[in-house]
């Protein structure tokens, strides 16, 4: 059996002050990776709103991890903060236009191939992926932690 080839490319803790940095360095690394054009700029988005949604509902800090594996960029957010509740979880519908806040989520599984949510009251963790080359479909799946 072959091992997967795994290359981590960020490891950081993250507030306020270093989104911009973080989503500069995110980009850089994800284009390294191959991702170009639209689906690097939609994987750099997606993962902006993730780290942006830490911040303002997680608590105000947050940890990112994005690697690589063959033909994939993956990147991981979490937080301490309450969870994410089962309403704002399940819903899958696109906020309407007006709405100021509710996007974060939405976008990330929108703009990216597949994503993964893990939430309970000690914290949450987004993990979206995003591959190389373009996929067919998008897939967004979540757990309600304990």
């Known amino acids: 059996m072959v091992p997967i080839e795994h290359a981590l490319l960020?490891?950081?803790?993250?507030?306020?002050?270093?989104?911009?940095?973080?989503?500069?360095?995110v980009a850089a690394c994800a284009r390294t990776t191959g991702l170009r054009d639209e689906r690097l700029d939609d994987f750099v988005l997606?993962?902006?709103?993730?780290?942006?949604?830490?911040?303002?509902?997680?608590?105000?800090?947050?940890?990112?991890?994005?690697w690589q594996e063959p033909g994939l960029v993956l990147c991981e957010v979490a937080d301490h903060g309450p969870g994410i509740s089962t309403q704002n979880l399940d819903n899958r519908s696109r906020p309407e236009p007006e709405t100021a806040g509710g996007w974060g989520l939405w976008l990330a599984r929108e703009l990216t191939d597949a994503m993964d949510v893990d939430t309970g009251p000690a914290g949450t963790t987004v993990r979206i992926i995003t591959?190389?080359?373009?996929?067919?479909?998008?897939?967004?799946?979540?757990?309600?932690?304990?």
């Open 10 to 25: 960020i490891a950081d803790a993250f507030d306020q002050a270093q989104v911009t940095e973080l989503r500069h360095s």
């Open 46 to 66: 997606a993962v902006n709103e993730l780290i942006t949604n830490a911040v303002r509902h997680g608590g105000g800090q947050g940890w990112l991890r994005l």
């Open 131 to 146: 591959a190389t080359v373009p996929t067919e479909q998008h897939v967004g799946r979540h757990r309600s932690g304990e």
